[in-house]
């Protein structure tokens, strides 16, 4: 099979596949930042996910009509594999509570947050904080709406990075467009931390 990478940057490939990112959250943010990150070489992804597939999901979400009622691990699973086969993806099909973090991602470099609701943000960061202090954890926060790309940015505090506009709630609605700016970002910070290996970001 040809080279997927042989566009990559220099070195990247390289490094990539030796990395490990775990994406807690197969929705909007997570199904999409995996995407990215498969194609970038990323060797091995930990995804986990307890919700199936839903007509809502298409307008954002990377998956297809013919997935609607399938479990979204599993779904995603096999899209990624279409993209890389030699990727490793270890799924998990259950509801991610703070007993199960340090276990299912423990040999993740980086955590993906992709959750949809703010309570669960708040305990994977704080448990993901105390367990791996040393890692990255990277969540998506205010995506809601259109437009306003320039209110899109990283903020960061110590290892905890924040990307999206942190003010926004889906109240207000989700674009496919804006969802996918966000999920990009997380994935490029991880790929950029993983280059780097020095917790910063230029």
């Known amino acids: 099979m040809k080279n997927i990478f042989e566009r990559n940057v220099s070195g990247m490939t390289e490094r990539l596949s030796r990395s490990v990112i775990g994406i807690a959250g197969c929705g909007g943010i997570g199904s999409s930042a995996a995407v990215s990150l498969v194609r970038a070489g990323v060797g091995k992804l930990i995804i986990a996910d307890h919700d199936r597939v839903e007509p809502s999901n298409l307008n954002r979400q990377y998956f297809f009509f013919g997935d609607i009622g399938e479990k979204k691990t599993a779904a995603l699973r096999e899209r990624l594999l279409q993209i890389n086969p030699d990727c490793v993806i270890e799924a998990y099909d ?109």
């Open 94 to 202: 259950k509801k991610l509570e703070r007993e199960d973090l340090a276990s299912i991602f423990e040999n993740a470099d980086i955590l993906i947050e992709a959750f949809d609701k703010a309570e669960s943000k708040q305990w994977l960061i704080e448990e993901w904080a105390s367990v791996f202090p040393e890692r990255p954890v990277i969540s998506g926060n205010g995506l809601a709406g259109y437009g306003d790309f320039a209110s899109l940015r990283i903020r960061k505090t110590g290892n905890i990075y924040f990307c999206g506009d942190g003010k926004s709630s889906d109240a207000s609605g989700l674009c496919s467009a804006r969802v996918a700016v966000v999920a990009n970002m997380q994935a490029n910070l991880a790929i950029e931390l993983i280059m780097n290996k020095t917790g910063d970001v230029k």
